[in-house]
């Protein structure tokens, strides 16, 4: 039994971190290639993602990676929510490798 009582979306939490890293003095944030479920290529399908800079339930800023296609089917669980430690990158790569263990 998990507890409630402490409103919607108490036991949400973010799959992870973001994988950052750097080229010279750019700072470059790895982002999953494919979609949170695993069945889009977020490149092709196409993604939103939303900086959440205020976190929720402590998790501090995260970004939200929304696939377009998962969300048209209404489908719960579409989005990667990362955390980011409120770090912006200069560029952006995708990548399934630093995510194969958090899906
Ligand atoms: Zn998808």
Redesign the pocket.
């Known amino acids: 039994m998990s507890p409630v009582g402490f409103g919607v979306g108490s036991g949400w939490k973010p799959h992870g971190p973001v994988a950052f890293r750097t080229e010279g003095r750019r700072l470059i944030a790895t982002l999953p290639r494919h979609?949170h479920?695993g069945?889009?290529v977020l490149t092709e399908?196409g993604y939103t993602s939303r900086d959440v800079p205020e976190g929720q339930n402590w998790s501090g800023p995260y970004v939200q990676i929304s696939?377009t296609?998962?969300n048209a089917d209404r489908v719960a669980d579409?989005a990667w929510n990362l955390t980011t430690e409120g770090r912006q990158p200069d560029a952006i790569e995708f990548d399934d490798g630093p995510y194969a263990g958090l899906r």
């Open positions: 979609c479920r069945l889009h399908g696939c296609q998962c579409y």
